[in-house]
Nanobody, 126 residues
Framework: QVELVESGGGLVQAGGSLRLSCAASGRTFSSYAMGWFRQAPGKEREFVAAIVRSWSGGRTGYADSVKGRFTISRDNTKNSIYLQMNSLKPEDTAVYYC?????????????????WGQGTQVTVSS
């Protein structure tokens, strides 16, 4: 098990940028594949981005809606992952969640993750 705490959310104008952080507890952080999901009011939680565990080649995956605008990264020395969000749009408004699971790939289904943070609100104004 790993505990996850997100931070970095806030209010930003359309076209702006935000960087979300997710800090993980535990000594085995490098063995976890990590992901970002988001949930807008009245909608299902959806996949945003994912990154493989530390020794699996740095592979990443993105939802089509954020490809080219968002970048996921990890820093194992700080037990953290990040989501750099550029060119933000009002439709990016949601609560953003960090997720973790052990495994060799990157994962885009909510059901594939068994550790979740509490979320951080991102609001993009038009």
């Amino acid at each position: 098990q790993v505990e996850l705490v997100e931070s970095g959310g806030g209010l930003v104008q359309a076209g702006g940028s935000l960087r979300l952080s997710c800090a993980a507890s535990g000594r085995t952080f490098s063995s976890y594949a990590m992901g970002w999901f988001r949930q807008a009011p009245g909608k299902e939680r959806e996949f945003v981005a994912a990154i493989v565990r530390s020794w699996s080649g740095g592979r990443t995956g993105y939802a089509d809606s954020v490809k080219g605008r968002f970048t996921i990264s990890r820093d194992n020395t700080k037990n953290s992952i990040y989501l750099q969000m550029n060119s933000l749009k009002p439709e990016d408004t949601a609560v953003y969640y960090c997720a973790a699971r052990q495994g060799s790939g990157w994962y885009s289904a909510r059901s594939e993750y068994d550790n979740w943070g509490q979320g951080t609100q991102v609001t993009v104004s038009s």
